[in-house]
């Protein structure tokens, strides 16, 4: 059974930093691809970066890809995602997921819980 465990959340001040893990089990994801996406209270859920397993290969969404790096650890099955100069509209439950291709629409095969970020002003 595959799970993919967020952590690492939590409330910080606008201008913090904060590194979300998931934790991956369950299933070979050297082929894979591993994103994180949020969701803020009434919008849609965004894509925020992507990793791919085998090689590191990474992008992100414009918005953020001077203020987050998303990294793993093939040795300990993680995934991070570190950010810094958090803003108010960071705020969000952020998701990990695992898809065996790359897509920026949510179209992955496996979800974690979420984590919940708060980002005051």
């Known amino acids: 059974q595959v799970q993919l465990v967020e952590s690492g959340g939590g409330s910080v001040q606008s201008g913090g930093s904060l590194r979300l893990s998931c934790a991956a089990s369950?299933?070979?994801?050297?082929?894979?691809?591993m994103a994180w996406f949020r969701q803020a209270p009434g919008n849609e859920r965004e894509f925020v970066a992507v990793?791919?397993?085998?090689?590191?290969?990474?992008f992100y969404r414009n918005s953020v890809k001077d203020r987050v790096t998303i990294s793993h650890d093939k040795a300990v099955n993680m995934v991070f995602l570190q950010m810094h100069s958090l803003r108010p509209e960071d705020t969000a439950v952020y998701y990990c997921a695992a898809g065996d291709h790359l897509n920026l629409v949510g179209a992955y095969d496996y979800w974690g819980q979420g984590t919940q970020v708060t980002v005051s002003s």
């Open positions: 990793i791919r397993w085998s090689n590191g290969e990474t």
């Open positions: 369950g299933r070979d994801f050297s082929n894979y691809y």
